[in-house]
């Protein structure tokens, strides 16, 4: 798990492999780290999970798509 705090736009992200975003307490781990960072709940939580496959195939086929 990856966070990075983005305090001009007031946001906490959290970047997740695909193994940490199908654990059973994925969220309320989530919660608990939000938080901490940010007591006040004045920031934007955002969850970003990565995917199941193959990326450079995945991005060939959204080119041929687009094209």
Not at 5 to 33: A, G, R, V, Y
Request: hydrophobic share 35%; with cysteine.
């Amino acid at each position: 798990m990856r966070i990075s705090i983005d305090h001009e736009e007031k946001m906490l992200l959290f970047w997740l492999t695909h193994e940490e975003s199908s654990h059973p307490d994925c969220n309320e781990i989530i919660n608990e780290i939000a938080a901490q960072y940010c007591p006040e709940q004045t920031y934007r939580t955002i969850v970003f999970q990565s995917g199941q496959g193959d990326y450079v195939e995945n991005t060939k086929a959204l080119l041929r798509h687009n094209i």
